[in-house]
């Protein structure tokens, strides 16, 4: 027997699993999950833009940091799950069963709202200088 790596589960191959689905669920799999990638991308250029160009804040000095950090802790857990969420929806299409329900969307959510409101706070009880 082969011996598997580290970083291989002792799932089977997505290869080896069902039948091979209709390439265009395949494909638009393939799109969400680039679509995924992007959204961290995005939030790490975000978090990353927050703390290098957006002006400080009078109410709270590590305020920048603060957004920053919310932001690329979402990019990080976005990246961490996005192939598993991949493969997880690759091997339903492939068993012909239905697609597993995601929490990714929730996180996204919550995130972007703690994001937005703590914006929302600093900027109204900022005094308004540098």
């Not at 699993?17 to 969400?32: H, I, K, M, S």
């Not at 833009?49 to 957006?54: D, N, T």
């Not at 091997?91 to 914006?119: Q, W, Y």
Request: aromatic share 8%; hydrophobic share 50%.
């Amino acid at each position: 027997m082969p011996r598997r790596s580290i970083w291989r589960s002792r799932r089977p191959r997505i290869e080896e699993v069902g039948e091979r689905p209709d390439y265009r669920f395949t494909l638009a799999n393939e799109r969400t999950f680039l679509a995924w990638i992007r959204t961290a991308l995005a939030l790490v250029a975000g978090g990353i833009a927050v703390v290098q160009l957006v002006p400080k804040f009078s109410v709270f000095a590590g305020a920048r940091h603060v957004l920053g950090v919310i932001l690329i802790v979402l990019a990080i857990i976005v990246s961490a799950t996005c192939y598993r969420r991949w493969d997880a929806n690759e091997r339903a299409l492939r068993l012909n069963e239905p697609l597993p329900p995601s929490r990714l969307p929730l996180v996204i959510a919550v995130g972007s709202l703690v994001v937005t409101l703590l914006a929302l706070v600093f900027i109204v009880f900022s005094k308004g200088g540098k």
